[in-house]
């Protein structure tokens, strides 16, 4: 079955450090999202692709970065991470045509001390 | 700019029926949407409405939707322990810093016995 599955689930890093969390999709889809959800706020867009090689700043896309080197795989690096980015991610992905529905993958828990 | 908005918390007893309520104001809106989240878990998407439509029931769910207030409601009847979750409204928009989805922040329904 197609699948969407996020790495690591749960991660705790320091100040400072690079950070990169994996989506993989076997969908085949052209979308792909990155949200961060935190209380109070819902889901904020980090970043998102509609393509290989085509990438797109979302609400709250300071800090991170992405790159879509092929359908299937959409990392996200925090190039420095801060304690504001303490969260949980979550990467989606959708064909983009009709309804376009959202296949979410199961998070991602990032503390950062 | 376009924003959903949604009441946070809400809860029911067990047999009761749930509305869950939501305002949108982007008038160009296609799809909304109803997306499920459980405890630790990603988003499900629920049921989605069309926007030329007024009403679509699926089961236990009934989608409402009144296009002259911007205002989508989710009705879940006879409601049960395992709907309790959070639940999402989005609506579907095109370009601009949101790619695909504008989410609400969320309401969580809890179940009680």
């Known amino acids: 079955d197609a699948e969407i599955t996020q790495s690591p689930r749960h991660k705790i890093t320091e100040t400072g450090r690079q950070v990169t969390l994996a989506c993989h999709q076997t969908?085949?889809?052209?979308?792909m999202f990155w949200y961060r959800q935190d209380l109070g706020h819902g889901l904020r867009l980090i970043h998102y692709?509609?393509?290989?090689?085509?990438?797109n700043k979302g609400e709250v896309s300071d800090g991170y970065s992405v790159s879509r080197s092929n359908t299937e795989d959409l990392p996200l690096t925090l190039e420095s991470a801060a304690s504001s980015q303490t969260s949980v991610y979550f990467c989606a992905s959708s064909t983009g045509t009709g309804a376009g529905e959202l296949f979410f993958g199961e998070g991602s828990r990032l503390t950062v001390l | 700019g376009e924003d959903v908005e949604q009441s946070l918390f809400l809860s029911v007893r067990e047999g009761d029926s749930s509305v869950i309520n939501c305002t949108y104001t982007d008038s160009s809106s296609t799809y909304l949407y109803w997306y499920k989240q459980e405890p630790g878990a990603g988003l499900q998407l629920l049921t989605y409405?069309?926007?030329?439509?007024d009403m679509k029931q699926d089961q236990r769910l009934t989608v409402l939707l009144n296009k002259k207030d911007k205002h989508l409601s989710l009705r879940i009847a006879d409601t049960q322990t395992g709907d309790s979750a959070i639940y999402f409204c989005?609506?579907?928009?095109?370009?601009?810093?949101?790619?695909?989805?504008?989410f609400g922040k969320g309401t969580k329904l809890s179940v009680k016995p």
């Open positions: 969908w085949n889809h052209n979308n």
């Open positions: 989005a609506e579907k928009i095109y370009g601009g810093s949101q790619g695909n989805l504008i």
């Open positions: 409405i069309f926007s030329n439509m």
């Open positions: 692709s509609y393509g290989v090689h085509d990438t």
